[in-house]
């Protein structure tokens, strides 16, 4: 451990001043115990000398003396300093005593008979307090005693000797304080000051200079240390100059060895790289790699296996001093071959002696390359002589071909029995057929160039549709093909008044990008009207057989509970199945109906503010029944955000949902599984059920909304669907301005994050 000068003094002083206040009070001490005995030397003389003038009386009278005579002689003995009492009394104790105590003063005798002189000294109490007695005995054995207090004379030797030694602690504490600053000032400082300028110096802090001392001797180190700072300064700065210019020319010369075209790399006497320039890292793949990475490279790591014995030959031969240049091949990251031009030459020291080996290559691979792909390009040229006359003669006959093709092309369009126009991006017309012509009542060539929207209007039902809800914006929006269908009830107005029902498709041109539209339409006026014929038949039918329908189920429900009489199990079992045909039958014709208000637009809705998530549960709660039944797993997944209620017919969306749920149920195996899932996007939510069931073959796919269509996979896993389920689905949804579509098969991912395809998937929207 050491410790600064500073910390030493303060240490030193601190020790200095504990044994100055150790020694003071050693000599304090010996000089209460010297005074104190001195004093009870004198004191004690002085009692004797008082026992001569009191006993001498006393003893020269052989008659008992008055009490008076004898009261006077002791209360003069107190009158000498320092006695404290004088007292006497004989054998019989009968005492006098005078004190300077008034407690203890008294007569207590007449008489006193003659003394004798037998003087003694002795320490006594008296009156609690320590004593000297002096004691003079007479022959009768009468005593008579004075003495002193230690008290008094204790306390006036101990207020000196305290005196005299906090005096010279104090003396001694100004002293050593003196002497501290003195060496503070002087000496200390000054060495710190120092010790601070080598810490400068040692920081390379070379401005540092120490100021002039008032003691000759520091202030010569002061002098020989600046000039010695001052002469580090210098030259440190010659240094810093040159080393200024040595990294100059070293940068200078590194950038020439960087710029230069060539893979330059340094090695030792033993084959170990030292450095390698920019092009040398480049070429071998070393861009980014750590120097101590770099530098285990031996010089024989990129040569090829083929040309290891000859380079080793040469650095052997540039051990001795000689230079070789050759041709070799070499391999860079780690496996592809380069050719190059290579020199190895030996570097010399000042002394003469080898130091270092330099290996100078250059790429031959490129003009290899371009040699070799000269001669291919001739031969290519031959060859493409003879292909360009060839390709000549393919071109006139694609020609041919496309102009035929194209003339095919054109008398299938005009024949069409469909209206065809193409709409670019503008929404101008800039084709129609035959057709179109004659079913929008105007010449191709008052159509072309003007935009579709003017020439006719897009109806759903009695209601105009929005620009961007036409077909062609659609297609443009979303680049899918539209379909308009004989159910979705659309019509074409024509500004002369006409309107007749379509069905429509239009489908995306692409070129970069969605280039225009091709819009097919069909007047479907006469479809319409079987249609309609066949809902109205189907209405007044299924009214006409709600009645006998509602007698025979309730005749068969009285029969199955025996009301006309006890059955056997044959007659049992033939009422049940009329009965539960019956419900089916009624179903169906429930149906048909709800199908026949949406489609006059007889059916009102009550709209109510209904909360998703928790409505979703009720459903999912009320075929839980039917789910355990396959063992079925229901995922409920919610949206990332919560959603606000919305505004439904809550019959509506019950109809819908149970519809696709039971479906979904209807068509997934046992130990199945089903998803749920609503999403927000935009200002639609995405209501999706999805199954890993049989799922729709892609060939019926168009018909799945139809009424009564059911896929042929459909019918033969479960046999008594009725195929109207789906068309009442779309024809709710449809009603509450949303769209229904769905996907089969559809993505699943398993629990390894394998994703599959299967089942199906049906997607509607909603209004938020």
Not at 515 to 538: G, M, P, R, Y
Request: overall charge neutral.
């Amino acid at each position: 451990m050491r410790y600064s000068f500073a910390r030493i003094l303060i240490l030193t002083s601190i020790l200095l001043v504990l044994v100055g206040i150790i020694l003071t009070f050693g000599v304090s001490f010996g000089f209460y115990q010297y005074n104190f005995n001195k004093t009870v030397q004198e004191k004690t003389h002085i009692l004797k000398i008082i026992s001569d003038a009191v006993a001498g009386p006393l003893l020269t009278f052989r008659e008992p003396m008055h009490p008076l005579v004898i009261e006077n002689v002791l209360q003069k003995s107190l009158e000498v300093p320092g006695v404290m009492f004088v007292r006497s009394f004989n054998d019989a104790n009968k005492t006098i005593i005078i004190s300077s105590d008034p407690k203890e003063t008294g007569i207590k005798i007449e008489n006193l008979p003659a003394l004798k002189r037998e003087i003694s000294v002795r320490d006594g109490i008296f009156n609690g307090e320590k004593i000297k007695e002096f004691s003079i005995k007479a022959r009768d054995g009468t005593n008579l005693w004075m003495g002193f207090s230690f008290k008094d004379i204790e306390k006036d030797i101990l207020i000196n000797a305290v005196v005299l030694g906090v005096s010279a602690s104090f003396l001694i504490i100004i002293t050593i304080l003196v002497i501290f600053f003195i060496f503070r000032h002087f000496l200390i400082t000054p060495f710190l000051s120092l010790t601070t300028a080598f810490e400068k110096l040692k920081n390379k802090d070379y401005g540092t200079r120490l100021a002039d001392s008032p003691v000759s001797e520091i202030q010569k180190i002061f002098q020989s240390f600046n000039e010695m700072v001052q002469n580090l300064s210098n030259s440190y700065q010659s240094l810093k100059m040159a080393e200024t210019e040595t990294k100059k020319s070293e940068k200078l010369f590194r950038s020439f060895l960087d710029s230069a075209p060539l893979c330059i790399k340094w090695f030792d006497k033993d084959g170990n790289l030292i450095s390698i320039n920019k092009n040398g890292r480049e070429e071998h793949y070393l861009e980014g790699k750590m120097e101590e990475e770099i530098k285990n490279w031996k010089y024989l790591d990129s040569i090829d296996e083929a040309y290891r014995p000859m380079v080793k030959e040469k650095m052997d031969s540039a051990l001795m001093g000689e230079t070789s240049s050759f041709e070799m091949k070499h391999v860079v990251n780690g496996s592809r071959e380069q050719w190059c031009a290579a020199t190895i030459t030996p570097v010399k020291n000042d002394e003469g002696d080898i130091s270092n080996i330099l290996f100078i290559s250059r790429g031959l691979t490129k003009e290899k390359a371009i040699k070799e792909e000269r001669e291919k390009n001739i031969k290519k040229t031959e060859e493409t002589k003879s292909a360009l006359f060839n390709i000549l003669e393919d071109i006139k006959e694609s020609e041919r071909k496309f102009q035929e093709e194209r003339d095919r092309s054109q008398a299938i369009i005009s024949s069409m029995g469909e209206g065809l126009v193409v709409i670019d991006k503008n929404y101008m017309i800039v084709m129609a057929n035959k057709t179109a012509e004659s079913l929008l009542e105007i010449p191709a060539g008052k159509m072309i160039g003007r935009d579709t929207k003017k020439i006719v209007s897009i109806l759903k039902g009695e209601q105009e549709i929005p620009d961007d809800e036409r077909p062609e914006a659609k297609t443009f929006k979303t680049g899918e093909t539209i379909i308009i269908r004989l159910e979705d009830n659309y019509y074409l107005k024509l500004p002369s008044g006409k309107k007749f029902p379509v069905e429509i498709i239009s489908a995306p041109l692409r070129g970069d990008g969605i280039t225009a539209a091709v819009v097919i339409f069909q007047d479907i006026s006469k479809e319409k009207s079987l249609d309609e014929a066949k809902n109205s038949f189907i209405s007044i039918a299924s009214h006409q057989l709600r009645t006998p329908l509602t007698s025979i189920r309730w005749y068969a429900e009285m029969l199955g509970s025996e009301d006309a009489g006890p059955l056997n199990e044959n007659q049992k079992n033939f009422v049940s199945r009329v009965y539960g045909s019956a419900l089916k039958l009624n179903e169906v014709i429930n149906l048909l109906l709800s199908l026949a208000r949406i489609e006059s637009g007889k059916t009102g809705r009550e709209i109510s503010k209904i909360d998703l998530i928790a409505f979703t549960d009720d459903i999912t709660k009320e075929l839980e029944p039917q789910f355990k039944q396959k063992n079925i797993s229901v995922a409920l997944v919610p949206p990332t955000e919560k959603l606000a209620e919305i505004k439904y017919d809550v019959s509506m969306l019950r109809q819908i949902v149970t519809n696709l749920l039971s479906n979904s149920i209807r068509y997934t195996e046992n130990n199945g599984k089903i998803e749920i899932k609503i999403e927000k996007r935009e200002d639609k939510i995405i209501y999706s059920v999805k199954d890993d069931g049989i799922g729709i073959p892609a060939d019926q796919q168009g018909k799945i909304f139809q009424k009564f269509f059911r896929a042929d996979n459909t019918s033969t896993a479960v046999p008594d669907g009725s195929g109207l389920g789906l068309a009442l689905v779309r024809a709710l949804i449809e009603m509450n301005n949303g769209s229904v579509w769905f996907e089969s098969p559809t993505a699943w991912t398993d629990k390894s994050g394998k994703e599959e395809k299967k089942g199906t998937a049906f997607y509607f929207t909603i209004n938020s």
